[in-house]
């Protein structure tokens, strides 16, 4: 079951490599995209358009990539979660054929502070509940903490373009003054238009739609902890509940999680 975790904490850390190489591309087609603005030359526009295309096809590549790799994860999580709560129930050979899938043991996500999972209760649904109920506290903050990072960077950067392109065009008053205020609202349009309304904007809409989905989760968890003996469509719910808000999302930052472990552990040891 050790190897199983590793397995699956590497699938996870090769998902969170893809992102951070999709972001970085993003930003530097939004650099490339407001340079070719000031710029405006036509073999240099020519340049920049077909290298933003290019990087456009290059992205969502790497996020089918990052995709699968995050879908091997959340496979390999389940099956931990189950072989954990539920024992051994003969599914060696499909559990070999998913660990084939993971990528090889990568050490650069975190360790949780003392075991993944907490619960002291006895093999069974009861067990498979507080590790969901668990699973669920970490997930909610988590993602809801990523979802204002994602957001308050939207906010920050039309704030920011906002800014710049009405300084520009107060500016703006001979006619090399109204050409430079021009090609700066070009810039603000374009760099607003990703960001704002592009990938930000929508990875803070996954992140807050999976926090509110882990809570969700966590109260239906928390109403069967008080059950003894939970009844199988009850346990089927929650399972299908979380499941569904985890296979829709991105995977959490590392970072997020590092700056955010003590204080979550402190705070479950409190409330489970």
């Not at 109920?133 to 906010?155: D, P």
């Not at 003590?262 to 409330?271: E, G, I, P, T």
């Amino acid at each position: 079951m050790i190897d199983l975790e590793h397995e699956m904490r590497a699938a996870f850390a090769q998902a969170k490599w893809w992102w951070r190489r999709i972001l970085v591309l993003y930003v530097a087609a939004i650099i490339l995209a407001g340079a070719s603005q000031m710029l405006l030359t036509g073999k240099c526009i020519a340049a920049v358009s077909f290298t933003t295309m290019a990087v456009a096809l290059v992205t969502i590549a790497m996020r089918w990539r990052a995709a699968n790799c995050y879908s091997t994860g959340e496979c390999l999580r389940r099956a931990l979660l189950q072989l954990d709560a539920l024992g051994d129930d003969g599914r060696s050979a499909e559990l070999a054929q998913l660990r084939a899938k993971a990528p090889p043991r990568n050490d650069s996500e975190p360790l949780p502070l003392g075991s993944y999972f907490t619960s002291s209760a006895p093999i069974g649904w009861q067990r498979a509940v507080q590790h969901i109920h668990e699973s669920a506290f970490y997930t909610q903050r988590l993602a809801h903490s990523t979802g204002m990072l994602c957001a308050w960077t939207v906010v920050a950067v039309v704030a920011l373009t906002a800014l710049a392109v009405v300084a520009g065009l107060n500016g703006a008053m001979s006619a090399e003054s109204v050409e430079s205020a021009r090609r700066l609202a070009n810039v603000g349009c374009t760099v607003v238009g990703v960001v704002a309304g592009g990938t930000f904007a929508d990875l803070a809409h996954g992140y807050f739609s999976l926090a509110r989905g882990a809570e969700r989760s966590f109260e239906l968890a928390g109403a069967l902890r008080k059950d003894p003996r939970p009844k199988f469509r009850n346990v089927v719910e929650l399972v299908s509940t979380y499941d569904a808000a985890l296979a829709a999302a991105c995977p959490l930052p590392t970072f997020i999680y590092k700056m955010r472990r003590n204080r979550l552990d402190a705070l479950w040891k409190s409330v489970r």
